[in-house]
């Protein structure tokens, strides 16, 4: 297995301060400090592996519309009906029994018999500006507890993206989770206390976590595995272009988006891939419309779609999507380049993974 986290982009420098992500029983923690911040985090490597096996990941939303007589639409939406989170007083999902917690939401890391995950990161983040205005000083502070477990704090460990623009206050934060997968394996994963305001404006409320996991299982294909991260407006015509990733013709693979406050039925939004010199693909299916992949969708390739606690089709402002680049491949090649382009400023881009098969 090779690791690298060499830029993905040639950049000037960020400093980033980097903390150790921690987990330990809650009741015995004080006040976390805030984490350093900074307001754009151009798009970097996070994680690179040649390796046989595969990247899984885990994600749901935090808020969702509240369900009152005043907007009867609320559960036709939660069932995928076309609606905007601005359009909706916005509410907290919490889905666990703690009083503590103000927010949570469970899903499925759903690995391979005999899989082991080797790297796993955790995304959250969302807009701390609606109805209320939430402090930051929590946006690099989640809870986490693995299937059967307690909660555990988790404080980022790197820069948090934060920044107030197009009317909302919009962050991001990660860290390494890695011991905590590895020891727990597949099951339900529930986050909560992610830092996000509830209410009703125009930008609307947003927010959600993914876990984006890494495996090696010596049955699977030899495969490159690649995480990157950053946190900005998205631009049009914004390119993540990973080099060095060797795959031969008729290859197989994944790639994951995280995005946040794409509005379903809003078009504009796509996401394409070039494969080596073929010509720049839109990566589309049936959860994500050609001109409107930033549509609120948590999806994967499949019919069998991982365990999430709510369920809700339409998520109202998060995205986390897996597409399989099937025919996107196309004669191989060394260089993949993904453009996301969308047409609203007001739409955020977090994470994007690769798992595609490796030359032989």
């Known amino acids: 297995m090779r690791q690298s986290p060499r830029p993905l982009l040639r950049r000037a420098t960020v400093g980033v301060l980097a903390l150790a992500a921690a987990w330990a029983p809650v009741g015995a923690l004080a006040a976390a400090p805030p984490s350093p ?14 390796q046989h096996g ?4 885990a994600a749901n939303t935090s808020i969702s519309c509240r369900t009152t007589t005043a907007a009867p639409s609320c559960p036709a939406v939660r069932e995928g009906g076309t609606a905007a989170n601005g359009d909706f007083d916005m509410f907290y999902v919490d889905v666990d029994t703690d009083p503590n917690t103000y927010n949570s ?39 986490i507890a693995e299937p059967g477990g307690q909660y555990k704090e988790v ?17 991001q934060a990660s860290a390494d989770v890695t011991k905590l997968v590895r020891e727990s394996g597949s099951g339900l994963y529930t986050v909560a206390q992610v830092n996000v305001a509830m209410g009703k404006s125009a930008a609307g409320a947003w927010g959600g976590w993914t876990l984006v996991v890494a495996y090696e299982k010596a049955a699977e294909p030899l495969r490159h595995l690649a995480l990157w991260d950053g946190f900005d407006t ?33 078009t504009g939004d796509s996401l394409t891939l070039t494969a080596g010199s073929g010509a720049p693909v839109t990566l589309t299916d049936a959860a994500n419309p050609r001109t409107d992949v930033l549509n609120s969708t948590i999806s994967e390739p499949g019919e069998r779609q991982a365990t999430r606690v709510p369920s809700y089709a339409n998520t109202l402002g998060y995205d986390s999507d897996v597409f399989d680049l099937g025919t996107a491949l196309g004669r191989g090649g060394d260089q993949l380049a993904f453009r996301l382009v969308s047409q609203r400023d007001a739409a955020w881009a977090g994470a994007l993974f690769v798992a595609v098969d490796a030359q032989k």
């Open 37 to 50: 911040e900074a307001e754009r985090l151009p798009f970097t490597e996070r994680y690179r592996a040649l």
């Open 54 to 57: 595969g990247i899984v990941r």
């Open 105 to 143: 939401s469970r899903a499925e890391v759903r690995l391979p018999e005999g899989a082991r995950a080797t790297y796993a990161r955790l995304y959250w983040g969302g807009n701390l500006r609606v109805g209320e205005q939430k402090p930051p000083k929590d946006n690099g502070r989640v809870l």
């Open 155 to 171: 404080l980022a460990d790197t820069l948090v993206g934060h920044r107030v623009a197009q009317g909302a206050d919009a962050f």
């Open 234 to 266: 998205l631009k049009p015509g914004r390119a993540v272009t990973p080099a060095g990733l060797g795959f031969p013709k008729g290859a197989s693979g994944v790639a994951g988006l995280v995005a946040y406050d794409g509005d379903r039925g809003r």
